[in-house]
């Protein structure tokens, strides 16, 4: 959870923030490692073709480090070159969850100031997805990482229905808590299948005219609030979530919409 | 005497196995009361039924579920359906057919026409028996004459979701070095109760295990065998809802390793624990009559509970599994038990741990080859460190004389291996093999040293918990989350509704046949 | 040394000559890797960045699977993407070094048959480079490799001058010892030292009057015979290379040159 | 009695050692009778003069070559140029400027007036040597104060040719754990006859090492330092035709580390060995001094000799550097001799052998820091593999428990390390260390086994070849191309001219200021 910006933070000497390049040992030298294989048999030809798609790529003078024949027609190459692209880092704008980190106490301070009820929770790993640990790690009685998880939290009533879950079941539940947050977990990503389950959650949710009164957010090691954002999700936690960031950001953003 | 590098105190190895011993007579006790659907589904494919549906459904779901089916459960479907085959005259497939449209009736029949059947079932299984121990010739063969390599064998997984795309990986793996190969399955195939036909192009995470992807994978690697001057074994999954029918086809196509652990099921996949314990007898009985190789689930257990507390969970099931498996036939050259300790690579004397543990598993089960692993959960986006990670468990894995080492892949925490990764893995894997050969032979652990410690630490609470699952049965122990911090319930769980009773009358002469192949005594 | 062309292998299924991809672990997949650091410090911007540098390269769906902060306004990342680019194969065409690959015996028969005298090569490791393993594998002796070095071959008579030697003196002794070839090793490549070196040889021989009577060959691990052609040598040679590659290569050059 | 994890006979450690005495003793007779003109300007250095000409040659080296100073070589500078300052009444700076521009001459003062400049030329040299104690101290509180990490320390090199870009590399490596940051020198500043003056933005393969840059580095580290809570130690190189100049600006400029040995010289750069021993003997002088560590070459033998066949040549040559230094008034601590065995990591048993050899250093040396390197001869352009084997290092590194330990990058085949090279390998290099411990304490070698047969056949091996080069001499052993398959002469290679015999009437007094402080009787 890196949330603080660092555009104005200081750069190496030499660095100008409109043109930023690689750098391996000599400022905008450019220098890039990359690995590939090939569907074509090692040998000269194999070789050029590496160094031409690297060449492709934008890498000045590409340069092989390593080539292995793998056999049955595949080579593999390890290069090293120079990348011409530049990047004008003062350009970048990145949406951010919008929040302070808090911790466990300041947390329930806070919500026990602004609510007078339990906040409802539900938590679910979707699909066939049956990694359980990061869902838990948010969850559990016993937390991650130093961190209590949202179980331990007074203020917070709170459903973990576990891994495998249908979206259907998951939004019966919803409906039935009356959740006022959602938190859906997706490990397993091959084919994009986390982002059409997600995708599909919302649909649903928003087909049963639930969605304005949910807070929905999702997690996982390769989601980022970005991919949460377009995926119609309120917020996105990625790879190193602790629980009392997600804790505090339901407090946080409650308490916002409240007063919008 | 026995010796240990470990010094370790073999009578409490012996305690801890005779209450292992209880806990599996136990187990077997309650499986061989029951059948399943997959059980009977299992029993009717060694019968010779093939095929599926237009919807890609396999005959023997739909003999299984057709009402007369499920009616017979608690009966056993393998005698009525071959009193049936007798009947019409026609083949077991399309009498299945015929069967699953509803234009013959399946009834137990009694009497004379029951002896009849039986016979006539035993005689409908002999071609799928006689293929099984063709395989297994076939294998001790090749294994004769080309060897397979030095050990610990390096075992690598396929994960595309295409076979084909297996194939191609798989032959680069063998070149670089890769001993078994292990076709991943598709996320959740566990939660299928059938088993899809053909060969497959799309899953998630793994491919498809059906019959026709074994054999496309087997023939490859025959090949790939003999271009490489030596056996490589295949692995794939006899696990989930269709555990008996998976170790069957496993056995028939001549698959050489095959995860095969209930316990993984009703912990990770929660499959109701009645079903699968039940199912995995049958399997077990399979897998002995195959003579291939179980690879059991203990190495999951610490990516959900704490490896610093709960390696003594591990050492209890792997014993509770070898109990389980020797009685279903199986020889400890056939138990691939599961070991995965999930340390923390940047604890202090992690690696002093890890090979304590590698240690202690080696010599419990002296005659049973290890699956070892490094931990996966430690894995990050780093592949660099990643890689390093992975080193530290070649190196274990030689210096403890493993005999199966699934290599970990520096892309682990990310992506199913590309090909490359694989290629890497082995290549590390062979040159610390190489570098480090005598290694084991050359060190011994310092008396009252950590490692020594360590290891009788751990042995200790293995015998504690073993005793305590002993008093109050393994169902309980599952219940209370012994292993793996997961709780689950004796009714709770998928496939309980595909579990039945035998009843008085209950028949499977194919499972008596397996027993008989297994050397277990038949019911 | 593969010096063979392997354009017309067999091509794994699914594979198109004409467009040519990295590969993962589905055909086209486009699948690379790269690592990279860049001068900013670490953060959601810094992460950003990486992420279209990636994208200007031409990777499709760049995914961070790792970063670190390197501290004092540096951070590192390890990327994969999916490279668009495609590359046609049947069009490349790689110069080779235009010869039969032949052991020793099968040299020195050749040799015997072919010159009455025996041929004379000086070899040096050259500037300030002293790395003189690579110049000893091919001259000394003992060889390198299981293959004997140029020293061992009664038909040639050969002058090793070790390392650190200016191009000056090596003309020198081009020059009185009236060589046939000269072999020209170079390890150290900063700051492309080895091609200054290299081309500065070239113009020296042609200044003096004694280049169409030597063969001119270079080598070391970053050298490649294209390399080689455009500094104006007649042949590079690259990592791995054996003794008997080079003795068949001047054997067969020089035989080749009366001809012509 | 000592204990040897490896059984080592010690006596035939006291053998070898006796016999190493003796070369050593020859080899210093010989250099004490010989001055040089890199002695000479080291001495002109210490008594202060600084600075260089339009050309960026410095006064030290116009002193030294001018027509008097050549013909005054045999008889010592620094009292003419003293007695040259007291007539004159300029500073030493302006002396030597006056001198290089021939409006003032030096000659040998006698009598009264020899007593006087040697007097003189201790004033000048004064500063230089305050500021070297000041340096040792300001070392030592600030170890005190801040320890420098757990062992072994983990060394890096930076090599990017400009000494700012350089000082980002070293912050980022002290973030990432580095505990010795090493400034790889551009590439044959061995043979440049001079020191470069001022900051340098422009070298090869590493960055010309110059006074300023020496000052530059180290102000970057000591801020580091306190923003890390832990001392980093700077190395750099006394090495080459300038070794003895380089030596003390090493000890005035708080280097905690350099790399000096004659030997590498004589062997890698065809330095002429009259020079570079001679040269090294007043290096030494300044190096104990300066109480900085110093590291040998060792370890670069075995990439141009067969590893296989040529470990004992290491351990002699070792033997010979400690004897040599003993009498240059190091202490044990500050010999970091040089150890890295470029075994390939693909030959069976490597580790073991390996590891018998750093364990073999360790009992041979028990009180030095030796520097343990991996082999960087069987790198490749592959990274991920070569990131694999120096995990092999990491790991023996640990299990011997060495004092220093030079880390190999991944990238080593191809380039002189990235930012993240050095990051990624002392994320591996930490994290081994954690891991393992206290392996080293808990493992035992067994009797009869690979490790120790190895450890005692290289011995044995030693002891015979120090037995052979007491009888010939050092000089006639290197003829023979014993280190380093590496043949020099005598009377060939660089710098002889510069070499003189002292003349009867030989005084410095600098050396004797040096040979007192470093315990050293002088002459
Ligand atoms: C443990 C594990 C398992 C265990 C899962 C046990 C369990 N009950 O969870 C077992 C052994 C059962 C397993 C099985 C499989 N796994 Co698995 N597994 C892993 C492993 C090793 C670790 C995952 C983990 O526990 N990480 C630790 C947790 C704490 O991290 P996290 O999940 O990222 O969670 C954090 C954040 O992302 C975030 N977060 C996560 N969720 C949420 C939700 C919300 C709302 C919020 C706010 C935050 C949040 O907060 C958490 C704390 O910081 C990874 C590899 C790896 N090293 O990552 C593979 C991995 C995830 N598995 C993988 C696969 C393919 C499988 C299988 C499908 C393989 C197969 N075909 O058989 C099977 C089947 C399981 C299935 N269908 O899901 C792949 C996924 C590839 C991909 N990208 O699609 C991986 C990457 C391994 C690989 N390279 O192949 N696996
Ligand atoms: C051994 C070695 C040394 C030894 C050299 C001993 C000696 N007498 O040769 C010592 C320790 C002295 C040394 C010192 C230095 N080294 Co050095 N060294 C290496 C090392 C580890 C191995 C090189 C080697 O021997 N390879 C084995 C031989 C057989 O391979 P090869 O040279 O490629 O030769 C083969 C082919 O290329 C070809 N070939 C080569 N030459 C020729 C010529 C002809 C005509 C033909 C036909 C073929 C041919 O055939 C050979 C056989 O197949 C490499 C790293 C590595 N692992 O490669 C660094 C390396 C080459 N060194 C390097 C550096 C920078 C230095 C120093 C300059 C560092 C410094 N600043 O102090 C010093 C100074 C030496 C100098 N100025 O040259 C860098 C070069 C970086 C670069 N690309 O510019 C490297 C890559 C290490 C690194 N990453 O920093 N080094
Ligand atoms: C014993 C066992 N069975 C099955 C599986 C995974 O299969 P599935 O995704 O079908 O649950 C594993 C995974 O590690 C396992 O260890
Ligand atoms: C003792 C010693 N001195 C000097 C050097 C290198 O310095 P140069 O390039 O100036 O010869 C080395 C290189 O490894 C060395 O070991």
């Known amino acids: 959870m890196n949330m603080e910006s660092t555009k104005n933070a200081v750069f190496p000497k030499g660095v100008d923030p409109t043109r930023i390049k690689p750098y391996g040992d000599t400022m905008n030298d450019g220098q890039v490692q990359l690995s590939f294989s090939l569907p074509v048999p090692m040998g000269p030809e194999a070789r050029e073709a590496a160094r031409r798609i690297a060449g492709r790529m934008g890498l000045k003078e590409p340069s092989i480090y390593h080539e292995t024949d793998l056999g049955h027609g595949f080579s593999y190459f390890i290069v090293y070159g120079k990348c011409t692209h530049t990047i004008d880092f003062s350009a970048i704008v990145v949406p951010k969850i919008d929040m302070e980190v808090m911790g466990f106490h300041e947390i329930e301070h806070f919500m026990e100031k602004h609510f007078d009820r339990r906040i409802r929770v539900v938590g679910a790993c979707t699909g066939s997805d049956a990694h359980t640990v990061g869902i838990d790690a948010i969850m559990d009685m016993k937390g991650y990482n130093g961190e209590y998880g949202l179980e331990r939290y007074p203020t917070f009533e709170t459903i973990n229905m576990g891994s495998q879950v249908s979206n259907e079941t998951l939004l019966a539940r919803i409906v039935e808590f009356k959740a006022d947050a959602v938190l859906v977990s997706q490990v397993v990503t091959q084919k994009d299948v986390h982002l059409s389950n997600l995708a599909e959650l919302v649909d649903m949710v928003e087909a049963q005219g639930v969605r304005q009164d949910l807070l929905m957010i999702c997690g996982g090691p390769r989601i980022s609030h970005e991919v949460a954002l377009e995926l119609g999700f309120d917020a996105g936690f990625g790879p190193g979530t602790k629980p009392n960031h997600v804790a505090g950001y339901i407090a946080q953003e409650l308490v916002r919409r409240r007063r919008s | ?523």
Chains 1, 3 share one sequence.
């Open chain 2, 1 to 523: 005497m026995k010796t240990s590098k470990l010094g370790l105190d073999f009578e409490k190895v012996d305690a801890a196995r005779a209450a292992a011993s209880e806990i599996a007579a136990s187990v077997m006790d309650f499986a061989a009361k029951r059948t399943t659907t997959s059980v009977e589904r299992a029993t009717l494919r060694m019968m010779g039924v093939e095929g599926a549906d237009a919807e890609g459904v396999h005959w023997v779901n739909r003999v299984v579920d057709s009402p007369t089916g499920r009616d017979l459960l608690a009966h056993g479907l393998s005698v009525p359906f071959a009193d049936a085959v007798a009947r019409t005259g026609m083949d077991a497939s399309e009498t299945a057919r015929a069967v699953a449209a509803g234009s013959v009736e399946m009834a137990m029949p009694s009497g004379e026409a029951l002896e009849h059947a039986v016979a006539a079932a035993e005689d409908l299984a002999a071609d799928s028996f006689r293929r099984i121990r063709t395989q297994r010739s076939r294998r001790q063969e090749s294994l004769a004459e080309l060897g397979e390599g030095e050990r610990p064998l390096l075992y690598v997984i396929v994960a595309t979701g295409n076979i084909f795309e297996d194939v191609d990986q798989a032959r680069v793996a063998a070149k670089a070095g890769a001993q078994v190969i292990a076709v991943i399955r598709s996320t959740a195939q566990s939660l299928l109760d059938y088993i899809p036909e053909g060969p497959t192009t799309e899953g998630f995470g793994g491919t498809f295990a059906t019959q026709a992807n074994f054999r496309i994978m087997r023939d490859a690697l025959d090949e790939v065998s003999r271009e490489e001057g030596r056996y490589i074994r295949l692995c794939n999954y006899a696990s989930g809802l269709c555990m008996p029918e998976m170790s069957c086809l496993g056995a028939m196509e001549r698959l050489d390793v095959m995860l095969n652990d209930a316990l993984y099921g009703i912990l990770f996949r929660n499959i109701n624990m009645q079903r699968t314990l039940t199912d995995q007898r049958f399997a077990r009985l399979a897998a002995a009559a195959g003579g291939f190789i179980i690879n059991t689930g203990e190495d999951n257990y610490l990516t959900t509970a704490d490896a610093a507390k709960s390696e003594h969970t591990v050492l209890a099931s792997d014993l509770i599994n070898e109990q389980i498996a020797l009685r279903c036939g199986l020889q400890p050259e056939q138990l691939g038990l599961g070991h995965a300790m999930q340390m923390n690579p940047w604890s202090e004397d992690m690696f002093l741990k890890e090979v304590a543990m590698a240690q202690l598993v080696r010599e419990v089960f002296p005659g049973c080859p290890i699956k070892y692993m490094p931990p996966t959960k430690y894995m990050t986006g780093n592949i660099f460190r990643g890689h390093v990670q992975d080193a530290l468990f070649n190196m274990a894995a030689v210096m403890t004389d493993q005999g199966i080492h699934l290599l970990g892949m520096m892309t682990e925490a990310m992506h199913t291996p590309h090909i490359h990764d694989r290629y890497l893995a082995l290549e590390s894997g062979a040159m610390i093999r190489q570098a480090a050969r005598h290694l084991g032979d050359e060190i011994e652990f310092k008396e009252g040293g950590i490692v020594r410690g360590y290891a009788a630490e751990v042995l200790e609470n293995t015998c504690a918990l073993l005793e305590q699952i002993r008093r109050e049965g393994l169902f309980d122990a599952i219940s209370r989350g012994v292993f793996a911090d997961v709780r689950r319930h004796m009714d709770s769980g998928r496939g309980l509704d595909g579990v039945a009773l035998r009843a008085d009358d209950y028949r499977n002469p194919v499972e008596s046949m397996l027993s008989l192949m297994a050397g277990v005594k038949g019911e």
